[in-house]
């Protein structure tokens, strides 16, 4: 029987999965990394430690697993989006710390190239929005801060990737050095629509396009690795997606009109729009959602910066709650939220607003609101701004959803789902796998290894778990709509950022 092993390398942890060939999870290991803020607004990882704990938890599986590692196929590869690491060329040691999709350092980077007009020309070649969570203004501001680093950049002696490249490059100890299309295609610097890196959006800001690897189809090959040393035959590596698209993969959202929201620390609403590439305004990104054979898949996509990020501060920062399932019963035991809302702005508030100086605040608190008005708050923030993401990619694409694929760590609060239906008028159908983003990838991997002929074979290794239908009256989900826009308002107190042109495109 053959096997497949997947790393899912994520914002908080690094984890290793051993599939069947029937899509079900037979073993994993799991190790967190710490979460480095060193000024406001700023995050880091420390990609020497998610690179050692990358090999710590293969390597638990292949220990415990040895019996069968001989049946091993592949190695799929799933990542955090948007974070970027600098490298040393020779030994693939990184030389300033991983800058994180939340890291807003870059947000004076880019409200210049707003102001200089660039609005226009980027999201055209894009899709994306000039603003800090992407990565070309994180590595402009190191280029301009890291005298040392930007110097060995320009020189060829240090090379840039998002996290898979990173990873890709020491498995295979320097062999290869190649990202795959959905990671590309979140950078700020790949034109989505000519299929390869730009060589004006590398100059705007300021990367040398030789320090970018080789873009492959997701399920390419990306060379071999011997784990370090922890296996005695070289194993492929097949299968290589951004956490997002990974999910939306392993879904089953292959038809126009199929939508996914994956619920992690941020979360990502993705809404299949075909072969043709729409740019849309109202604050919607345009991605590669795959390619297969060359040939693109694009996806409208709403992003959230902070749903599961907004229960880990109330937990951990307030520490109003110890375990996830008293968020649920609190839910269901509150009849009302008596007019409490929180607005999750802790790193500048993304789609639909994109407005980086924002910051969190909770609004409508009495004397008579306590802890738990607080938590409702907070699961109750991560719903509104999932209804915003869906209202905006159905107006912009002209496109009816035919439903709303759920997976991630929230999808267990019934109460948040339910909520979810509600404001969405939508079903919304939770995903009976827990671990889509790396199930996508190794689904990627089977069909590139020849396991797999169409994606449509594996379509039952995803069937949902649970269903929550719409049942909620209009007028109180127009209250809570209302009450939800009134606190965002109250939020954004800063003049506003310059907005894109809406005479856009709207196919390419």
């Known amino acids: 029987m053959p096997y497949f092993l997947s ?24 190790k967190e990394h710490a979460q480095i803020c060193p000024k406001p607004g700023w995050v880091e990882h420390d990609a020497e430690e998610i690179w050692a704990n990358c090999v710590s938890v293969l390597g638990e599986l292949v220990e415990r697993n040895g019996k069968i590692v001989r049946e091993i196929q592949c190695l799929s590869i799933t990542n955090q989006r948007e974070t970027v690491v600098v490298f040393e060329k020779a030994t693939g040691r990184p030389l300033y710390n991983a800058l994180v999709w939340q890291c807003r350092r870059g947000t004076a980077l880019c409200n210049e ?23 070309a203004s994180k590595l402009k501001w190191l280029m301009q801060n890291e005298p040392e680093l930007a110097s060995k950049v320009r020189s060829g002696e240090a090379l840039i990737g998002t996290i898979d490249t990173y990873l890709i490059y020491r498995l295979t100890e320097g062999r290869i050095f190649a990202t795959d299309t959905t990671n590309a295609s979140r950078t700020l610097l790949f034109d989505i629509a000519k299929m390869c890196w730009d060589e004006e959006l ?78 849309a305004d109202g604050g919607l990104v345009t991605t590669l959602a795959w390619t297969r054979g060359g040939k693109p898949t694009y996806a409208l996509e709403g992003i959230l910066i902070s749903t599961g990020a907004t229960l880990a501060w109330l937990k951990d920062k307030l520490e109003l709650f110890q375990d996830n399932a008293e968020l649920d019963e609190l839910g269901q035991g509150l009849g009302d939220n008596d007019g409490v809302f929180l607005v999750p702005a802790f790193t500048g508030l993304g789609f639909p607003y994109w407005r980086a100086e924002a910051r969190a605040a909770i609004v409508g608190l009495s004397s008579q609101s306590d802890r738990k008005q607080v938590m409702r708050a907070g699961v109750e923030s991560i719903a509104y701004q999932v209804h915003d993401a869906v209202v ?8 009816a959803f035919t439903g709303l694929k759920a997976d991630g760590g929230s999808t267990t609060n019934a109460f948040l789902m339910q909520l979810v239906a509600d404001l969405c008028s939508l079903e919304i159908s939770v995903s009976s796998v827990s671990e889509c983003s790396p199930l996508g990838a190794t689904l990627a991997g089977m069909l590139g290894m020849g396991h797999l002929k169409n994606p449509e074979e594996f379509s039952m290794m995803t069937e949902s778990s649970q269903s929550f239908s719409p049942c909620m009256d209009t007028p109180q989900r127009d209250r809570l709509l209302a009450g939800w826009n009134r606190a965002v308002q109250q939020t954004l107190f800063q003049p506003s950022q310059q907005r894109l042109e809406t005479a856009l495109p709207q196919e390419v």
């Open 7 to 30: 790393l899912d390398q994520s914002t908080s942890a690094s984890k290793a999965l051993l599939f069947s060939e029937k899509g079900e999870v037979l073993d994993r290991a799991s």
């Open 392 to 399: 905006a990619m159905r107006d912009a694409s002209r496109i």
């Open 202 to 279: 590398c100059d705007l800001w300021e990367v040398p396009i030789d320090a970018l690897p080789e873009v492959l189809d997701s399920e390419g090959r990306f060379g071999d690795t011997n784990l370090c040393g922890k296996l005695w035959r070289p194993l492929a590596i097949c299968g290589v997606m951004g956490d997002s698209q990974a999910a939306m993969f392993a879904q089953g959202c292959h038809d126009v009109g199929a939508g996914k929201v994956t619920f992690g620390t941020g979360s990502s609403i993705l809404l299949n729009t075909g072969s043709k590439m729409q740019i």
């Open 113 to 135: 190239a707003l102001e200089e007009g660039h609005a226009v020309d980027v999201v055209s070649k894009t899709g994306l929005k000039i603003d800090p969570y992407f990565s």
